[in-house]
């Protein structure tokens, strides 16, 4: 397999950063590009909430006006997100569902594999936790996101290496159930940042080994690339449904 990697890391808001992961996923379905991995940083900061989720269940919308911290809901399913524009690495993946890619819990932990290979590069002890959450010590790191259409992926999802985790806390919403099934009391014991644990943070050296991660897990050969007019057009006609109050409120 080939991968396209595209590093995006100069940041773009929430709106654009999530009408480019679907404008990636229409192209690959039709066929106009390759299989594409993407690095990216959100700026400013962010909140996305996942397809499925009753908002005012999943964030804090009055923390998040009051800060102007800007919010949409994703394509994919999952839990909210707080978006560190300095202190976390986005990835996202479009590809086709095949192989041990059709199953998709098998196919969480292919593509999660590569941030546990990555991590334990960099001398963290990760490992996947089902159903598609990485941890370290036991503490959430990184979280991913998937959606499927006509037999392709697209997952996309976060490694915090330096997230101000109580802004985090005060931003996103936890249903109680779900934090004492973890054994925790709040969010902010349910996860943990690279910078945490290594009291350092070498940037550079994460994406890296991501890249080399994703190649290891889909046994893919990687060549560097730009996003194209095409994505970018694709993109602008699409950005303007993430901004939209129907979208981030339909449920």
Known sequence: MKLRVI????GRDVYWQMAIDEALLYLRINGRIDNTLRLYRFKPSAVTIGYFQRIRDSVNIDYLNACGIDYTRRITGGGSVYHDSGGEITYSIVLPAEGPLVDILESYRVLCGALVYALRKIGLQAEFVPINDVVVYGRKISGSAQTRRLGYILQHGTLMYATDLDTLEKALVAPREKLMSKGVRSIRERVVTIKEVLGSVDVDQIVKSLIEGFSRALNAEVYYDELSGEEIRVAS??????????WIYRR
Do not use: A, G, Q, T
Not at 237 to 246: A, F, L, P, T
């Open 237 to 246: 006609e699409i950005v303007s449904k993430y901004r939209s109050h129907e």
């Open 7 to 10: 590093l995006d890391l100069e």
